[in-house]
């Protein structure tokens, strides 16, 4: 009888011993943990410094609801890609191509969802209107396109002359993100003690809730809402769609669980040819394998609900904090000079040596977001590559980097293509709201994947199972409002 895994066409996983987990202690933690590090560095460039601020500051605090219930779900949906790589060794992608039709169909799938949700070089491009700002002293407008365009073509090319270096480019990643996302939240928060009145901290944290300080009722959907917006807001808060299943891609490279067998993505500068694994593994559920696999869990939860969690929620309330304090409620500033606009804000109220430093700042965040987002696209459309062709497998010895340096040269002519499209403003809500989407197939599909292929031992409780179908609503109901503003205008 053919092996489950085996349906869609791909070998049957191998079996193996589950590796012993880590036992951290003190600041042991900070190397246990690592793909949490590097996905909250990516949500915080999206929807908490752009798409956050700009529907806080036009609707209110009231929304933060979407952020609260987002971030909740998305963490619960990280730690189930998780589960599928830290018991097989491959990226959940690779169990999303052992389901039915066919491996190659979703490989198909999921890089159409890849170029439509994070193929935008929309983080560069945003970036370039705070780096326009923080040199001509003003925002962009319609007659400076050429030139934000050349520099957020800059930019993007610049992350991907720093993936060329490292010895494992996940590793590279997770320590650029300790130092800048922590960085990011102490300077945030140090500038938010600083302007921002206790009113309206007060009115952030009773937004959670729904209730609207200004109105003084519950403002769950306010009048006038742009649902557009609102659908960025709701799948950006956190990561973002395939950006979170990118997550056990990392997790396979940090060696989590069976991930340790399967080895890693080097580096083309400081790398050496490493053996990655096309097929993942199986263990046998038994007393000391289960205990070892509520080892791996234990650094999951710290990974997801200490690091991503956490810092998700910290993340989108420091920048909004600010905009809102400096922006007049109901202002529209999606545009070339989005990530500027608080620093122009800033500048007029405490001058131009701080407005400088925000705009810096801001486009330090965005680069940071741009070059993890490319990284994470580059590495899962090679992941997807490596697993489904064996010519891939074969072609010049069977060197990974060479697969990866190839696909990176493709992202980045997309890339700069899209860049000369629209604003890049529009790129990043097309984006989020296609990462909607992605959310409504991938939480069903990793709750097939994690309760059909899995071990009866290590399958999700009843409670995580429910919780992925109502992530499959929740997104569905914004994808399908997000929709409907379009065709009515």
Known sequence: ?????????????????????????????IGA???GIIVLGVSIGSGEFLLGPAVFVRHGFSLLWVTLVSVFLQTIFNTEVMRYTLATGEPAFTGFMRTRPSARAWAWVYTAFYFLSNG??????????????????????????????????????LCAVILLFGRRIERTLEILNWVLVTAILGGLLLLALWFVPGATWASAVVGYTGYDTVTRSFQFIPSGTDFILLGSLAAYSGCGGIGNITLSNWARDKGYGMGQLAGYIPAAVGGKKVNLAATGFTFTPGPESMGRWRGWWRIIRADQWGV?????????????????????????????????????????????????????FGAWILFKTQLDIMEGMVRA????????????????????????????????????????????????QLGANMAGLVFVVSSLQILYVNTKLLPEAVRPPMWRRATLVFMALFYGAFVTMSVRALVQG
């Open 1 to 29: 009888m053919a092996a489950p895994e085996t349906v869609s066409g791909l070998a049957p996983w191998k079996h193996a011993e589950l590796p012993a987990p880590p036992v951290p202690r003190g600041l042991q933690w």
């Open 33 to 35: 943990v690592g793909p």
């Open 120 to 157: 935008w070089p929309a983080w560069a491009g945003t970036a370039a209107g705070a780096l326009f700002f923080l040199v001509w002293k003003r925002l962009p407008g319609a007659s400076d396109t050429g030139t934000v365009q050349i520099i957020g073509s800059s930019a993007f090319l």
């Open 308 to 360: 991503f969690f956490t810092g998700a929620m910290l993340g989108m309330l420091f920048p909004a904090l600010l905009y809102v304090t400096f922006l007049a409620r109901g202002t529209d500033i999606r545009g070339l000079g989005i990530a500027g606009a608080l620093a122009a804000a800033v500048g007029a109220t405490a001058g131009p040596i701080l407005a400088g430093a925000i705009a810096l």
């Open 381 to 428: 459309l090679t992941d997807m590559l490596w697993t489904t062709s064996a010519r891939a497998r074969a072609w010049r010895g069977g060197d990974v980097r060479l697969v990866y340096y190839g696909v990176l040269v493709a992202v980045l002519i997309w890339g700069i293509t899209a860049l000369r499209l629209v604003q890049p403003v529009v790129l990043l």
